[in-house]
């Protein structure tokens, strides 16, 4: 994940530090167990964004300054995100990942869920070394996210708007983790308490805009981009963002929206008609709006940063959220 910054000296101290994240992550996932040992490091070996990470350095430079504690905090969020997503492919079914085969296709449901637990339980155990209180955020971050995909899992109450009802579990899905991130940092650094709630709110603001993001891009994007398989959502009939926006053109009239979802709503199992539904929503104006929806977040989480003085840090956050919109994959 680029964190653009004109200061080399602080771009040595981002990248000093993703470097040691990165150690510890694989001394994380290490195991004496061979079976362990290949599941537990089969994302991580992946790669991904460090979208995370690289959050949770950035607010500690807004505090006081990168320590080890930042270090261990960036680690423990990572590792809570990893063991979130061998969870999500067994319920979303989906068959790859990072570009590789997902855990469970390999291995089955069983493995892949347990390693998800493993992985959690080596964050816990990481983050109870720090404190109390990062201790008590973790968790308070973790029950969010779990909460978040039950709110998916059961859907809009009865009269509730569909998509300020997915809205809000995003905040909870993806917002409470990386809005840890923002608090963890800047605490760990020794910010004061103005500060940290800034950097809570900037991290959740920005945790929803990236998922919203990353639905568009889901239906956009190739798959050698993306990693994963195009329009599994659709598939599985997940919603998201360009599908509730399609749904909501449809009720008010807009006939070219009622077309392309009698595609969407149709039978996807083959790959022909799931690419022909992929195709006809990724040309619709449903697109624009839902990256138009994406802005806004961001345009939101760049506001919460107002009250802190200039900065190479904090020009740093307007970037970094810049770039969660504006990306390919």
């Not at 009720?251 to 992929?278: I, P």
Request: net charge negative.
């Amino acid at each position: 994940m680029e964190v653009l910054t004109t200061d080399p000296e602080f771009a040595r101290r981002i990248l000093a530090g993703l470097e040691q994240i990165e150690t510890r992550l694989a001394q994380q996932v290490e195991s004496s167990d061979p079976l362990i040992q290949v599941t537990a490091s089969h994302l991580l070996n992946a790669g991904g964004k460090r979208v995370r990470p690289v959050l949770t350095l950035l607010a500690g430079e807004i505090g006081g300054g990168i320590n080890d504690d930042v270090i261990n905090a960036a680690v423990v969020v990572e590792l809570t995100h990893l063991a979130s997503l061998y969870h999500d492919d067994v319920m979303d079914s989906a068959p790859v990942r990072r570009g590789v085969d997902t855990a469970h296709t390999v291995w089955g449901n069983n493995v892949a869920i347990l390693t998800g637990d493993l992985i959690f339980a080596r964050a816990s155990s990481l983050v109870s070394t720090i404190s109390r209180r990062a201790y008590q955020i973790q968790a308070q971050a973790f029950e969010r996210l779990v909460v978040g995909q039950l709110q998916e899992t059961s859907g809009p109450p009865e009269g509730a708007d569909a998509l300020e009802h997915y809205l809000q579990v995003l905040a909870g899905k993806t917002g409470s983790l990386i809005a840890a991130c923002g608090l963890f940092g800047s605490m760990l650094a020794g910010a004061s308490p103005e500060v940290e709630q800034i950097m809570e709110t900037y991290g959740e603001k920005l945790g929803v805009a990236f998922q919203l993001a990353d639905d568009v891009i889901d239906i956009t994007s190739t798959s050698e981009t993306s990693g994963k398989t195009r329009g599994t959502d659709l598939r599985e009939g997940i919603p998201t963002l360009p599908v509730l926006v399609l749904r909501r053109m449809a009720a008010q009239g807009d006939s070219s929206a009622v077309k392309v979802l009698e595609l969407v709503d149709g039978d996807l199992s083959s790959d022909e008609a799931l690419a022909q539904a992929v195709t006809a929503l990724s040309h619709h104006a449903a697109i624009q709006q839902s990256w138009a929806v994406a802005e806004s977040w961001v345009a939101e989480a760049e506001a919460a940063l107002e009250p802190l003085p200039e900065s190479t840090a904090k020009s740093a956050l307007h970037s970094f959220a810049r770039g969660m919109v504006h990306r390919r994959a």
